[in-house]
């Protein structure tokens, strides 16, 4: 199963709703990070929202990076994001090892940590890219998006995300929503939705009964008639490819680069975002060199 992204409006598109199945996509970035439960938990939940994110952004060509630090032992997650909803991310330590508030319950709060911030850049073609940012509420992931979108695009909004971990280290189900109401909503409607929301479940339990994107979708919405707009399929995509690596080299300097082909005689190069090893020997540092001429 692909993963994918439904769009919705309720209550006469006063309320608008994003509900995301990302279970092959986040089992994708943990294969290729080789991650621990709690960091595919955090990853997880972060590239889910920003895919999200990224559905909402108006222009094909537009991009969204998310950077989360809080200063707990997984390092930053970094998450880059399109208008398609792909995404591609990574957290610095991937191999952290997992603590619990209870049994079958990761603290993925103790592990990002909450002594930083989140921050949004949006590059939607302006001269220079908006960019916003909100320090860490908990670290949980979910409020700390809720409590950007609030303070940072004055946007109220109910995020639920959750990564749900198997015995075998594979993802067993992940995914999330977002529900946000539009300016000028009744007072009565937005009585109503916060009833709602005070209601719901949590996500880890709606996806621990393998329920899919349209049954939570119903679920969230409960009584109030709503409408599905689009249906997305979203995966982690990474567009890393030589050229970039190369103009990396190149950025190093002349005398940065001539040392390495003096003292190891080629360089390897890592992607952070897949993993994917690009090795470039010495003819080819040579030839970065004469182009830097």
Do not use: W
Request: aromatic share 6%; charged share 20%.
């Amino acid at each position: 199963m692909k993963s994918r992204i439904l769009r919705a409006t309720a209550a006469n598109n006063h309320i608008r709703v994003f509900v995301a199945d990302t279970t092959a996509m986040v089992e994708r970035a943990r294969s290729m990070h080789g991650a621990s439960p709690v960091a595919i938990a955090a990853l997880g939940r972060t590239l889910t929202a920003t895919s999200i994110m990224g559905i909402m952004l108006k222009g094909d060509n537009h991009k969204i990076t998310v950077k989360i630090n809080g200063g707990g032992p997984l390092g930053p997650i970094v998450v880059v994001g399109n208008a398609e909803g792909n995404v591609k991310g990574y957290v610095a330590n991937p191999v952290v090892e997992s603590t619990f508030y209870e049994p079958n319950k990761l603290n993925v709060g103790a592990a990002v940590g909450t002594n930083g911030e989140i921050v949004v850049i949006k590059d939607i073609g302006l001269r220079e890219p908006y960019s916003g940012t909100c320090p860490l509420v908990s670290g949980e992931i979910a409020e700390d998006f809720a409590s950007y979108f609030l303070y940072s695009e004055q946007q109220p909004s109910a995020v639920g995300l959750g990564v749900l971990v198997d015995v075998d280290y594979s993802i067993k189900a992940a995914g999330g929503y977002i529900i946000q109401v539009m300016p000028g909503i009744d007072e009565n409607l937005l009585f109503i939705l916060e009833n709602r929301l005070q209601e719901l479940e949590s996500i880890s339990t709606l996806l621990s009964r393998d329920m899919g994107a349209e049954a939570i979708l119903e679920y969230i919405i409960g009584d109030m008639a709503y409408k599905l707009l689009d249906s997305y399929e979203v995966d982690f995509i990474c567009d890393c490819h030589e050229e970039r690596l190369e103009n990396a080299l190149i950025s190093i300097g002349r005398e940065a680069l001539t040392e390495i082909i003096e003292e190891d005689g080629g360089a390897e190069m890592v992607c952070h975002f897949c993993n994917k090893k690009y090795y470039f020997d010495k003819e080819r540092l040579l030839g970065l060199l004469e182009r830097m001429n």
